[in-house]
């Protein structure tokens, strides 16, 4: 029996307490979501990566303790119509309210709308290959050769507690209580066969990927920085560039990863303090940008192109080691990747008084080594590395979309 | 010099790239707050107590590290500045912008509305009495009677890393990124007076101040073990509650609290997994409330006054330690206190594979005693006992509201 959030709320009021409905159809009217309040959920391609990007985020990932392969399918496909119902702004399904047994759903987002949620689950290298080398789940021969987990890199120093796991879930939505609601649900579902590992909030989205054609309604979102990110992101509409840059084609060697893609997540913390002390013209400077306007300093409107050639009396505009030189497709071979990543906040960092907060940074490419490539040089030469380090990462093999009702998260990869 | 967050944009711009105002007006339409977004700043409360719950929150506590009263003087007169303009979703006020110097304003929240921001502002008892014993500031004999450290109490087990400050600020907001901002700006200005103690984002609000009348647009939020929290909370209209369970009155001992209010914090971490695995009928027992229309035990929509006297075959229809009945002002002589508690999380525990999440409890009352007296009874006898503990608290002695321009906070205090 499946119930929407709201008839979920009628159904059980229906069951205990036959007035209930009444003060309910009073009070929750945002109940009644737009239809654009719902993100399909099937289609070649999860839902969550060309996405236009949500206000929100709640990421987690897992250890599978099971030690069954069984398990871990019945696991996905339990997932995959739980995300769809959620989705759509539905209660996880489940019997019809029982007292005698516990709810189905957590109810949290009871009476709250779809507001946009989408969940995107990945794989890491350690679902196909255990830490001892073993074939834990019979997946060993189906891992992607360019699938190993990322080498050590420059910029960084790892937690190991923020770091991997063998399943990853992010849910996006414009409600941080729908996101939050998504993975909870999925993380008591998997009681049993798996444990959460790590998991992080993202309060505010710091990357588009409208671009400057179809226009985000707020503009491009600006990170802890202060500066607008993202700028040149892949559209999330651009299907050339996505065919090009993000989606996994069957011809990189194991078909069940094709329509598919693969996820970076790197934690990046910011040392808000030195840099909020920082003059205004070296933050451009490091940068490549204006900070108001997001210009590059060689131009006038934020998505001017950057004229990486232009000299000024002190030579390069933009300078040799901006992070926008840097990082552009224009000097490293067209590279490119998609990102949606958030702003995040651990709170105070105790044994110095200072924010613990940063870019939690997420990236769809069809190749590890796009975002290997880039980290090399950036966190060798980019004049950013003063104020940032990577302190946690993940990568994950993003299997394709589900077709329909009977499908599930990763079918290929177990069939 | 100060700048609208919209106009700080176009000055910048004007400065240092003429043509970027036109993308700018073209992308950033949110950003043309509408009046409704803006709540009032001066007030002889301050905003953020009767204020209706904005949907985030970012709180915040400070240690003074300086030995000076001129520079906490000198702190909550900025503060103040900042805040009021921060309110009006304007820039933190400075300079005109240079790029020879630091920016005025961290910027992410550059392009963003109001959002209903307020900034509320609390001292704590360590303010007063050094833990030496010392009159740091000379405050010692303005500390009202009633204002001690809370007691030890039943159903906790305090973190001090997550305990106590000398100052707390508490900002919402319905947009998270701009409560992060004023937080995150207030600590900037404070640098070498104060320095972050501890800080909670609260994801999603708990508790409704509007009641059953004017309804929240939104209805009574749920909090993170599925049920409306807050039904019976005082509403912010009702002058006559706020003023005999809320606004300390001048009678109280000390004049400069007066129309101030003192705010209790406590982190209630929730045992969410023990609790999704109860049966829905416990569940209900627990609160005495049903879980989806939110009714007492003994009506049957959720504003049915609870009948504690009624009784069915098995007795009282509303157990004996449920929540609400523990809870409620007929069984507490009239005792009722203001509620605006958020939901919290911070990712997984990791010695256990569970969800750091629950309830951050914020709750404003005339007299720190209506709190004891409550988590006396409810830390003894609540069924809820079971799913919950405290694991932060703080106290703080909330001055009144700001008069005017020339007025800042705690003015009566150090005068």
Chains 1, 2 share one sequence.
């Not at 989408?118 to 290298?125: A, D, H, K, L």
């Not at 998260?409 to 177990?414: D, K, Q, S, T």
């Amino acid at each position: 029996m499946e119930l929407s959030r709201r008839r979920l709320l009628q159904g059980i009021a229906g069951a205990g307490a036959a007035g209930a409905g009444l003060a309910l159809a009073g009070c929750a009217p945002s109940a009644a979501a737009a239809p654009t309040d719902v993100v399909d959920f099937h289609g070649p391609h999860q839902a969550g990566i060309a996405t236009a990007v949500q206000d929100r985020l709640a990421f987690m990932t897992f250890d599978v303790t099971s030690t069954s392969r069984a398990d871990v399918v019945e696991l996905l496909k339990s997932w995959t119509t739980a995300a769809e119902a959620m989705t759509r702004g539905a209660a996880v399904p489940g019997a019809p309210p029982d007292d005698q047994v516990p709810p189905a759903d957590t109810g949290e987002a009871a009476g709250l709308p779809a507001a946009r949620l989408t969940v995107t689950v990945g794989f890491g290298p350690s679902l196909f290959t255990g830490p001892d080398g073993s074939d834990r789940f019979g997946l060993a021969a189906r891992r992607p050769a360019a699938f190993v987990p990322l080498p050590a890199l420059p910029g960084e120093l790892l937690d190991p507690a923020r770091s991997g796991g063998d399943i990853a879930v992010q849910a996006c939505s414009d409600d941080p209580q729908v996101a939050f609601h998504a993975v909870r649900n999925l993380a008591r579902i998997g009681r049993g066969t798996v444990v959460a590992r790590w998991a992080e909030l993202g309060f505010g989205k710091t990357s588009s990927t409208q671009g400057s054609a179809d226009g985000d309604p707020g503009g491009t979102p600006r990170n802890l920085m202060g500066f607008k990110d993202g700028t040149r992101n892949i559209v999330g509409t651009d299907d050339a560039a996505l065919d090009q840059h993000v989606w996994v084609a069957d011809a990189d060697g194991q078909g069940w990863l094709g329509g598919g893609s693969y996820l970076v997540a790197r934690r990046i913390r910011m040392f808000v303090e030195p840099w909020d002390r920082d003059r205004l013209g070296d933050q451009e400077a490091v940068f490549g940008r204006f900070k108001d306007s997001g210009a590059p300093l060689t131009g006038k409107a934020e998505f001017d192109a950057p004229d990486y050639a232009a000299t000024g009396a002190d030579g390069p505009v933009i300078p040799a080691n901006a992070h926008i030189r840097l990082a552009s497709p224009e000097n490293n071979g067209g590279l490119r990747i998609l990102r949606r990543g958030y702003s995040y906040t651990d709170g105070i960092d105790a044994t110095t008084g200072t924010l613990d907060a940063g870019l939690f940074f997420l990236a769809y490419m069809r190749d590890p080594n796009q975002f290997v490539t880039l980290q090399r040089k950036l966190g060798t030469s980019d004049a950013l590395n003063e104020y940032i380090r990577h302190v946690g990462s993940g990568l994950f093999a993003v299997p394709p979309g589900t077709s329909g009702p009977d499908d599930w998260w990763g079918r290929a990869l177990f069939s």
